[in-house]
């Protein structure tokens, strides 16, 4: 409540200056009021139309995609209030005049609708950033109730100042007032920036950095005044992530010093645009050291897998086949067909071999004595002996499959399974009759990969996804954007660098003005 009443008191009060001061000038000179009421509440009509707009459209939009979208309206909020504290600390002081002078250069056309129509862009201007502000404060909140409670209280409290500022019975010492609101709107701004983060994470923007960092839940406990406080009202979790903390610091302690270091130990022109260079270099610089440095993400399980059960030797991938290694004698066998499939929790592309193949070595002729052995004393299906006495024209084959399971050119999986297949024709049979049978070749060639391994080598897999993330993050995006960040100072550094001699004085005060204003209007 507290963060959405300075919201909507700050924000409302920018605009009630504006509309009370135009409000005066054309009260004292004899001009309708009328135009300006138009304009303002079409600005305020419009401003309500696209916070409803907004919080329509994200309430329409699946889980994923409204956590997508309050990311969004949270880095725009971010933006919105760093301008507006940073536009008033160097307008504070003339912005009565300067509101005077613009007023006056618009009446001196002849017409007073240029005034409501400046009065509806202020107020316009005014009315969509507080809409997107307080939706993005709405979504962090505890108690959306209460923010909106809040919202409305600060916003009659500025219209009230406004209505004072028109009426002349109203001193307001502008600096002051953005001096001490600024501070606790840029408190407000990084606890949006971490609530910004989160929702990102939410989204599946944003899987960096999600380490636990602190547990605050002894500084602010739940339900408790400070729990309120700390996470209600500046946005902080109980339980930061690391990429939090870093965005948390890297708005907060940039932005304060920039706004609230004292004017008199600011350097002059040559000292400040010293100091974005060296700001820009050491962007520069730790955007290289994170990209150098930070570890790239492997697999730590072994390329050979060992073979489980009776089997010996071990299999392995090289050159796009699968390599048996058996009593130092090495096979290579193709992957055959694809398709993707999960194997251990793990996406995986399963190749799949068809095996089948003449057995050699065995008799093309075999008793019914010979047959009750290899079928287990027992007369197979379909054969009767006294009908079909034998001996039997005999074909063996061999038939199976083998499975590979490959994932990022690791082998996950393998296994090889044979079967002994026995064709008996003649004999007294009126057809062929076929029976599995128990093999020792059949055996010999079954086998598969040792439990452990695959175990060992999907659980790698499934934390590689995590490792590469965090690996991308810290040695691609965020090197990166602190390059981007780099240019935008030498940008500003270029546009404010010295370009006379008079500039050289380094002991020359800052152009920054001293925030010392005090609206009256008479």
């Not at 969004?72 to 504290?85: D, L, R, W």
């Not at 820009?280 to 440095?293: E, T």
Request: charged share 15%; hydrophobic share 50%; with cysteine.
């Amino acid at each position: 409540m507290l963060a959405t009443f300075v919201i909507g008191l700050r924000e409302g009060l920018e605009a009630a200056l504006i509309v009370g001061i135009i409000a005066a000038f054309l009260r004292q000179n004899d001009r309708s009021l009328r135009p300006l009421w138009i304009g303002v509440t079409l600005a305020l009509l419009l401003s309500a139309a696209v916070g409803i707009a907004l919080k329509v459209v994200e309430s329409s939009l699946p889980q994923a995609a409204q956590e997508g979208m309050e990311t969004v309206i949270g880095a725009v909020a971010v933006v919105f209030v760093t301008g507006m504290v940073l536009w008033m600390m160097t307008h504070a002081r003339g912005l009565k005049k300067e509101l005077e002078s613009s007023a006056r250069d618009a009446l001196g056309a002849g017409s007073s609708r240029a005034l409501a129509v400046m009065a509806f862009l202020a107020v316009l201007k005014e009315g969509f950033e507080t809409a997107v502000f307080l939706l993005a404060t709405f979504q962090a909140a505890a108690s959306p109730a209460l923010a909106a409670t809040g919202a409305v209280l600060g916003i009659l409290v500025s219209v009230a100042v406004g209505i004072g500022i028109y009426r002349g019975g109203v001193r307001l010492n502008l600096a002051r007032f953005f001096k001490f609101t600024g501070a606790f709107l840029l408190l407000v701004a990084a606890g949006l920036v971490v609530t910004a983060l989160r929702t990102a994470h939410e989204a599946g923007w944003l899987n960096a950095g999600q380490q636990r960092t602190l547990d605050l839940t002894w500084l602010a406990p739940a339900g408790s005044i400070r729990g309120a406080l700390l996470t209600g009202v500046l946005g902080i979790p109980t339980g930061p992530r690391m990429v939090e903390v870093l965005g948390w610091c890297a708005y907060l302690v940039p932005m304060a010093l920039l706004v609230y270091w004292p004017v008199k130990h600011r350097a002059g022109a040559v000292g400040a645009s010293r100091i974005r260079l060296g700001a820009a270099a050491a962007l520069v610089l730790a955007a290289g050291v994170l990209a150098a440095a930070y570890p790239g993400a492997g697999i730590d399980a072994s390329r050979t897998a060992p073979l489980a059960g009776g089997s010996s030797g071990t299999v392995e991938l090289s050159g796009g086949d699968l390599i048996r290694t058996t009593g130092g004698t090495r096979s290579a066998y193709a992957l055959g067909s694809s398709r993707s499939a999960e194997h251990q929790g793990v996406p995986t592309t399963q190749h799949t071999s068809p095996l089948s193949g003449a057995v050699a070595g065995r008799p093309s002729s075999i008793t019914s004595t010979q047959l009750l052995a290899l079928n287990g004393g027992r007369i197979p299906v379909g054969v009767n002996a006294s009908q079909s006495p034998g001996p039997y024209t005999a074909r063996w084959t061999h038939v199976g499959a083998r499975d590979v399971w490959v994932s990022r050119d690791k082998l996950v999986d393998a296994t090889q399974r044979v079967r002994t297949v026995l064709t008996l024709s003649g004999g007294g049979l009126t057809g062929s009759r076929t029976l599995t049978v128990d093999d020792a070749g059949s055996t010999a060639d079954t086998w598969s990969v040792r439990p452990t391994y695959v175990t060992d080598m999907a659980s790698s897999l499934r934390t590689l996804d995590a490792r590469q993330t965090e690996a991308r993050f810290w040695s691609r995006t965020l090197p990166l954007t602190l390059l981007v960040a780099a240019a935008l100072v030498l940008f500003t550094w270029w546009r404010r660098r010295p370009r006379t001699s008079d500039d050289s004085d380094d002991t020359s005060p800052d152009t920054t003005p001293r925030l010392r204003s005090t609206v009256h209007a008479r």
